[in-house]
């Protein structure tokens, strides 16, 4: 990652593009109402630039549509730049629905650039295609999950691990078919022995962070005593961190949301950035398209973004 100072570019097609600052609104902030837009932040003298902008447009590419990119020179568009605080390049965002949604900095090896891709297709409702053919047996063992036959799911998706010991969506779903049995140690075994070519797909950082939420359950107080504590004491942060914990622990996870960002509003850099923290947690475990997550990364943007 380069350190900005205070002027390559990408083919002209209709899912790659340049823009300018007095085109951002249009080919950014107005196009993601239609398909989320992948804003590259780079510049000609930046070398690692140079390395994700090509794998980041092949990505793209291959997502056949489900997703568009434009690449901004942050030499011809500080004003930009400065509004969304980019402070080093390479940096990337996506927005959806005007607003955005993830985003990281520094180069990414090729793998977890797709995992990326995927995650921001998600979130716009979209659907990676990848040719998958257990498709099938996958969605019968999710609706076995969702049924509550949790043995069934995961005998399911062990059958298609003696098929693909590398398919990620099996794998994951092995875990979560544990999680549910509240077999959580079984649970993390079965992760922590996850091939390494697939350790860092969407599906397993998906489960890595349902795992570490439902341990996290097993320790949660009761939520009507830390609701006192925080009514009595709104600036109580670890109350209301606590709170945020018991209120997820009971399935009340939108209002969970609301007390973390309620808590990163007041102080942001509390206990490290815990509120954060544990709100990509919960955003990670659910469906990047949940209205809990887009709603939630939106408001968490607007605190950031000010």
Known sequence: MIELSTGGSAPADDLVKDTTEAGFMADVVEASNDVPIIVDFWAPWCGPCK??????EDAVRAANGAVRMVKVNVDEAQMIAGQLQIQSIPTV????KGQPVDGFQGALPQSEIKAFVDRVIAAGG?????????ADAIEAAETMLDEGAATDAAQTF????GENEHHAAAYAGLVRAHIAMNDLDQAEAILNGAPAEISKS???EAVHAQLELAQQASQAGPVSELEAKVDADSDDHQARFDLALALHANGKVQEAVDQLLTLFSKDRDWNDEAAKTQLFKIFDALKPNDPIVL??????SSMIFV
């Open 51 to 56: 390395t994700l902008g090509p794998l980041l």
């Open 158 to 161: 062990a059958a298609i691990l």
């Open 93 to 96: 965002y996506a927005f959806y």
């Open 295 to 300: 709603n939630g990364r939106r408001r968490l």
């Open 126 to 134: 979209g659907k990676a295609a990848d040719g998958d053919p257990m």
């Open 202 to 204: 969407p599906e397993l």
